[in-house]
């Protein structure tokens, strides 16, 4: 960017809670690089933080009537004057911040309303829950233009699978929400004026969960995508479980079970958790 213009926003609040949200509800949060490079700018101080257990759940949301419209169109007409070489260097970008965001220790929730079309699409894919709006919908939309969706390929074909990813990818059709949650993209689907009532429950929900568990649960699911039979991968499996029962956090939760008290990672003034579906 040449000025200050902010294109999103990060804030972390006293429970650890970050709030990674667009913010260019304008153009509808549409993709250019200046924004591109502010959210790896942010991704790279929650991963940071997260390790640090600074911050225990990120939400990904943003601004406006629609989630995300895509690339921005400005940019995709500086990009017809992109070389292959500034084509590349302007891909492996957005490849790093579907990387990041879904490399991030802790969980991460994508809050969507109205429309999540392109890259926007990769965003959810990547986040470890989804809950959108009834009036969300998506759409691969970049073959209708004589592009691929291929930088978010990897992950939204793992959230649906590779049948229906052909189908999506090759026709562009609209997704509509009820839809996409049986295509496993979404995971629950509320009212638009209920929206932020179920992404509060689901992060009050993480929130009762032991920190250090979901980062090694989280790690250890990624290990067990990428390699679900070997020797290593059982290893690793009966590793990892071995080492929570004997850590802090593992003989903390054991312990307050048993005496049937909260454990010690729960904020001491959190409402009493709902569990989603309530």
Known sequence: ????????????????????????PEVHNAF?????????AHLDQLHAAAERGDVRVVVLASEGKHFSAGADLNWMKRMVEYSVDANLADSRELSRLMYRLDTLPCPTLCRVQ???????????????LVVASEAARFCLSEV???????????????????????RFA?????????????????????????LDERVAVYVDTLLGASPQAQRATKALLAAVAREPDSDATRERCCRTI????????????????FEKRDPAWRIADDPETKEPGS
């Not at 200050?4 to 809670?17: C, E, F, K, M, Q």
């Not at 071995?242 to 079970?257: H, I």
């Open 170 to 194: 090759l026709t562009a059709e609209v997704i509509e929400v009820t839809t996409a949650q049986l295509l496993g993209l979404v995971h629950e689907v509320a009212g638009s004026d209920e």
């Open 32 to 40: 250019d690089d200046a924004l591109i490079g502010e959210l790896n």
């Open 114 to 128: 109205g429309a999540a079309y392109g890259g926007a699409v990769g965003l959810a894919a990547c986040c470890d």
């Open 1 to 24: 960017m040449s000025d200050n213009t902010s294109y999103s926003r990060l804030a972390i609040d006293p429970r650890g809670v970050a709030w990674l949200t667009l913010d260019r």
């Open 242 to 257: 071995s080492e929570l029962r004997v850590s802090d956090e593992g003989q903390e939760g054991l312990a307050a079970f």
């Open 144 to 166: 209708r233009i004589g592009l691929s969706p291929a930088v978010i390929s990897p992950y939204v074909q793992r959230a649906i699978g590779e049948r229906q990813m052909r």
